[in-house]
């Protein structure tokens, strides 16, 4: 029986009231775990568990510290106190814990281990041991705290509209609005501000590529995106993948965005479409009001996700029991969403910047989809089996936004309005494919040519932004807000490569939708059958469990757009 009444992990090895405050009140449980003998199977397993626990501990602690200062980019001390953790702490444990992984693979214990309960666990550890370089761990910690300016500098970014004041993401709402005026004025402005601080994100952007430049050769790669394919633990797919995924997006998706496009400019009336008129609606038909802060977007979550799986309304019931959700946007609050796993208590905490926009419920069911992964996979034994690729979790999370649309009438009570929704969305999850074809590409040039200048770069960008764009909406005039729209991404600055996850995920969340639509209950087992295995099986295994392919060859692409395609063909006809 599934239950979301989590509990945190009992301690054995650390103090109950044990808290991280310095490095050398830490290090003794470092040194305990390097020096203790393991001389039986039954030494190794209670070692495991140890390393586990201290691994939890450590993780959530430097969980909070991001969480706090994402929430409050203003407070200097809650910015401290995760650089304190980033120079002084983390670069401590890093020499101890590639120790720890040489004396857990030379046990010869370690070989009677269930091969099939800890070989993703072994392949891991044994790769961590292949990348680690002592000359890396300064440059990594001083990238740690430099990958947190983004958010710092974007989270003091606002705009003035009709006298009042905004957050980018509250000034997004009115590109929304029927006053085409209005929705130029406000793009310019968010443009202009995002304009503002173009230089600082351009010196940041420099400096964190030079030291990535220096992680990757130091340990012996050719260039950085070399390393991170092999840090992310990319085991069951190449770069030639990527390009071949780049090629398929060109290939069947980017006509199918011409269609979304066309459909919208002939429903507007204009002669031209402008990127101000893409999320707009026409005259007479009011934007969608979906919620009115963020506390009713969690109660009308919960319902929608009751009537999936009572378990799943569940999972946020006691997330807001614990406080795990920081969701309206406000001033001084960091850009985006995410949901943070928790490894010691085990509710995750959901981040995000709700604005009242359909995009909103969007992010929060998604969210939402990664926190019911968490709580499936918090019963593992160990730390690291629960360390799912990233493949499988944005599974979890867009399968979770289609999945919802079947219940989205708690956000949408008129049946036309939710028809629009549902409609919006399936334009959202096709739309986005030009876009994660253009961030992914632009990465690989970047770290294959890390000495390029600035205007190297512009230019580069410019001309995959164009490979990927639509020919449908008129760009013309606004060069100079494009050469720098890639500074709006966070994972550029914050998670580099991490982003082709979202492409190949939204294959397999499209798959899985096609599942639910023949049998919704099998669709959901396969789906928390395949979340509750973790990081325990390879990706192909988890993708099979959930009854899916790992494919994304340009064939498979074809066939699930054909699929999203007719499903919109059918809401168009009810909108």
């Given at each position: 029986m599934m239950t979301a009444d989590i509990k945190k992990l009992p301690r054995s090895f650390l103090p109950e009231d044990f808290t991280i405050t310095t490095w050398d009140k830490l290090e003794p449980y470092f040194k305990e775990l390097l020096e203790r003998p393991v001389n039986s199977q039954k030494d190794l397993e209670k070692w495991l568990k140890d390393i586990s626990e201290l691994e939890a501990v450590v993780s959530e602690d430097a969980c909070w510290r991001q969480i706090n200062m994402t929430c409050d980019t203003e407070n200097k001390s809650l910015e401290e106190a995760f650089n304190f953790f980033c120079m002084h702490i983390q670069p401590h444990i890093q020499p101890y814990a590639d120790q720890i992984n040489r004396k857990l693979v030379a046990n010869p214990f370690t070989k009677e281990l269930d091969s099939k309960k800890y070989f993703t666990y072994l392949r891991n550890i044994r790769k961590s041991i292949e990348l680690f370089r002592e000359e890396n761990v300064p440059i990594q910690a001083e990238m740690s705290v430099l990958q947190q300016q983004f958010g710092v500098i974007s989270g003091k970014m606002t705009v003035t509209v009709n006298g009042q004041e905004y957050t980018l993401q509250q000034a997004a709402k009115f590109l929304e609005d029927h006053d085409r005026k209005l929705r130029e004025e406000v793009y310019r402005k968010i443009n202009d501000r995002r304009i503002q601080d173009r230089n600082e994100l351009n010196n940041l952007f420099n400096s964190l590529v030079e030291k990535r430049d220096r992680i990757g050769k130091n340990a012996g790669f050719e260039n950085f995106r070399?390393?991170?394919?092999?840090?992310?633990?990319?085991?069951?797919?190449?770069?030639?993948?990527?390009?071949?995924?780049?090629?398929?997006?060109k290939q069947h998706v980017l006509p199918l965005v011409n269609m979304i496009y066309e459909n919208k400019r002939k429903k507007l009336g204009v002669d031209t479409l402008k990127p101000w008129d893409l999320e707009a609606e026409p005259e007479g038909i009011e934007p969608l009001r979906p919620f009115t802060n963020g506390e009713d977007l969690l109660k009308k979550t919960i319902a929608c996700f009751s009537e999936l799986r009572p378990f799943f309304a569940e999972c946020l019931v006691r997330m807001d029991k614990m406080k795990r959700l920081d969701l309206d946007s406000r001033k001084g609050k960091a850009p985006g969403g995410y949901n943070c796993p928790l490894a010691e208590t085990g509710a995750p905490f959901i981040f995000m910047n709700a604005a009242g926009q359909t995009s909103d419920v969007t992010t929060m069911v998604h969210e939402g989809g990664h926190a019911v992964h968490s709580f499936l996979a918090h019963p593992l034994e160990l730390s690291?089996?629960?360390e799912y690729p990233m493949e499988i979790a944005e599974v979890a999370s867009m399968a979770m936004e289609l999945f919802s649309m079947e219940h989205w009438e708690h956000f949408f009570s008129n049946g036309k309005d939710l028809s629009r929704a549902k409609l919006k969305e399936l334009e959202k999850v096709i739309t986005i494919f030009p876009w994660i074809a253009t961030i992914d590409k632009f990465q690989h040039w970047i770290y294959e040519n890390p000495r390029h200048t600035e205007d190297e770069r512009t230019g580069k960008w410019m001309e995959i932004l164009n490979e990927f764009s639509s020919s449908v909406v008129d760009f013309s005039g606004l060069e100079e807000y494009r050469k720098s729209g890639w500074q709006r991404q966070l994972?550029?600055?914050?998670?580099?490569?991490?982003?082709?996850?979202?492409?190949?995920?939204?294959?397999?969340?499209?798959?899985?939708?096609?599942?639910?639509?023949?049998?919704?209950?099998?669709?959901?087992?396969?789906?928390?059958?395949?979340?509750?295995?973790?990081?325990?099986?390879?990706?192909?295994?988890?993708?099979?469990?959930?009854?899916?392919?790992?494919?994304?060859?340009?064939?498979?692409?074809?066939?699930?757009?054909?699929f999203v395609k007719d499903e919109m063909i059918n809401l168009e006809q009810k909108t």
């Open positions: 070399d390393y991170k394919f092999k840090e992310l633990g990319r085991f069951d797919y190449t770069k030639e993948d990527c390009f071949q995924f780049h090629e398929a997006v690291a089996f629960k994972h550029l600055f914050e998670v580099p490569f991490y982003y082709i996850e979202y492409g190949i995920a939204q294959l397999g969340a499209i798959g899985l939708w096609m599942q639910f639509k023949k049998s919704k209950e099998k669709a959901l087992d396969n789906y928390i059958t395949a979340l509750s295995q973790g990081g325990t099986k390879t990706l192909p295994e988890l993708y099979k469990t959930a009854g899916l392919e790992f494919d994304f060859a340009p064939e498979k692409i074809r066939e699930l757009m054909e």
